[in-house]
């Protein structure tokens, strides 16, 4: 889903008729820059989708204007943006998570594939495009794989 979130900004942000102007905004500048270490590249990604103001400045500001004008997209981006990286900072917690850190490795995620992320990211593309066949082709998808199971 991660994925799929950076291919859509990616299309939102492209000029399709000025490369130098699409080069020149902060999601291509970093990217496409052959010279850049990974962890360069990995901490732009980390500051643009973890911290709002960032995704805002750096991200949304740059979008192609049939995008950034489409307030239901903005919307949808957003939404998209909170669903996969979490926006506040919880002291306690963080260091309850240090404390039981041994503990964490032990369990098992009940989810390994992200499947409940996946239809959170499709509701939240449904809701934006009017439409819930993204949800309940997922919805078909899941009858299908129980059924296979009983």
């Known amino acids: 889903m991660e994925s799929f979130f ?5 299309i939102a942000s492209l000029d399709y008729f000025d490369e130098i102007a699409f080069q020149a905004k902060p999601l291509a500048s970093i990217l496409l ?7 360069d590249i990995a901490y732009a990604k ?6 709002p103001e960032e ?13 950034y004008d489409d307030i239901d997209f903005i919307k949808c981006l957003i939404t998209l943006r909170r669903i996969l990286y979490s926006t506040s900072y919880n002291e306690e917690a963080y260091l309850i998570s240090l404390r039981n850190k041994s503990k964490e490795k032990e ?8 499947e409940d992320l996946f239809r959170k990211c499709m509701e939240a ?12 082709e997922i919805e078909h998808i899941n009858s299908l794989a129980s059924a296979s199971h009983s």
Not at 6 to 10: D, E, G, L, Q, T
Not at 46 to 51: D, R
């Open 107 to 114: 369990r098992e995620d009940p989810d390994p594939m992200k």
């Open 33 to 39: 820059d052959r010279k850049k270490d990974p962890m």
């Open 6 to 10: 950076a291919v859509i900004i990616w």
């Open 125 to 136: 593309i449904d809701v934006y495009l009017g439409d819930t066949k993204g949800s309940k």
């Open 55 to 67: 995704f805002q400045m750096s991200i949304i500001q740059h979008l192609e204007p049939v995008y």
């Open 46 to 51: 980390y500051v643009w989708f973890e911290q």
